[in-house]
């Protein structure tokens, strides 16, 4: 569906996107991944013609960005991450609004906005007017406005940054629906959420992509073996000397130390539960948990954003 190729923007000597490719297949659902000042924002700006790249293309069904109709513009629905309204409209005269500038007649557009404030949560509210939103409302009224021409491509920027948890929940739960019907890229800042909604991530550094691929994928790559240890609290010194003293261990490739509790990303899985259990018996440690698992995507985030 969408094809970018070396897209690069520059403004003055900054250079926030830099010549990133990628592909996005009809029906996907993608994370956009990245610390602020990435270049999520800039590209997905870019994605919906809002700005021009200094450089590169971008090819939506077919037609490149420079070439692309009003028709074909009409299948894209952009959210920024700080929507802007008319405080003196009501919510469903801002979707209905919105609904005619993509060209519905005026009672297709009345029907749409009802079904997309209704699918937002703002169905109670639709006659409020939106200077009295709060926040989330505002935030809920500008994915109603994204989704109510059914557009083929939804371009999101951080949808659920100003939700409360359950405004947060109601939100995914409408992501997870959409992903159906339409293919799907969003930026975010919360591991959990992409895990939850999205089948491929893409995650951005200095304007670079890089890391590209499924979560499996992803997961498959990074994932390395973690132990979780805790002695009891108010254990003697020498049971906190015991958790740092892995640090310097050859099979600990990384240790986190918090009061009484250690994790430990380990080489050898095997040599590491041997030792620790054998050490924990002969010197009488007060062993409270003792914890195998593997590392997340959001420690794989942190990784590469470190590097």
Known sequence: MLEVKNLTKKFGSRTPVNGISFQLEAGSCTALLGPNGAGKTTTLRMLAGLINPTSGSIVFNGSSNKNMNENERGLIGYLPQHPAFYGWMTGKEFVVYVAGLSGMNGRKAASEADIAL?????????????????????????????????????????????????????????????????????????????????????LLKDGDIVENGGLGELAEKYRQPLLTL???????????????????????????????????????????????????????IPLLRFEAGTTSLEDMFMKVVKS
């Not at 809920?140 to 371009?155: N, Y």
């Not at 990384?254 to 095997?270: C, G, I």
């Open 118 to 202: 209704e699918r937002v949560g703002l169905k109670d509210a639709a006659r409020r007017r939106i200077s009295g939103y709060s926040g989330g409302m505002k935030q809920r009224l500008g994915l109603a406005q994204v989704i109510v021409h059914r557009p083929q491509l939804l371009l999101l920027d951080e949808p659920v940054s100003a939700l409360d948890p359950l405004g947060r929940r109601e939100v995914m739960d409408l992501l997870s629906q959409l992903r159906q019907q339409t293919t799907v890229l969003f930026s975010t800042h919360v591991l959990h959420d992409a895990e939850e909604v999205c089948d491929r991530m893409m």
């Open 230 to 284: 805790e002695v009891e609290a108010g254990a003697e010194e020498k049971c906190k000397l015991w958790l740092r003293s892995f640090q310097d261990r050859k099979f600990v490739l990384e240790s986190t130390v918090r009061r009484n509790t250690a994790v430990l990303t380990v080489s050898d899985v095997k040599l590491a539960r041997y030792t620790i259990l054998q050490e924990a018996a002969s010197q009488d």
